[in-house]
């Protein structure tokens, strides 16, 4: 999606995930900011947008058409860690922040 500024883009990347030691690929999905450099350059912006382009990018993360995919994806990825208890533990050992 093209972003509140002149050159960015918000990505919704989705992807899987296979963590040592486990058999079982679980998908996940996450947000990226993409800026243009100077020469046409694109990257993803490590950078805390201020705060009227987060509350723009929040905005747009609540489209149908992302939260579409991130609902089918997290169906997914709870079936999956269903089906692997092993794996659901390891993975609910993480911290969240």
Request: glycine content about 6%; hydrophobic content about 35%; overall charge negative.
């Amino acid at each position: 999606m093209n972003g509140m500024l002149n050159n960015t883009y918000i990505v919704f990347v989705t992807y899987n995930v296979r963590y040592y030691g486990y058999s079982t690929i679980i998908p996940a999905t996450m947000y990226c900011y993409v800026c243009t450099d100077a020469s046409g350059n694109l990257y993803v912006s490590n950078k805390e947008p201020g705060d009227d382009v987060s509350s723009y990018n929040e905005m747009m993360y609540k489209s149908t058409q992302i939260t579409d995919i991130v609902a089918k994806v997290a169906e997914e990825h709870d079936r999956k860690l269903d089906e692997d208890k092993e794996l659901a533990a390891f993975v609910a050992g993480f911290s969240q922040e």
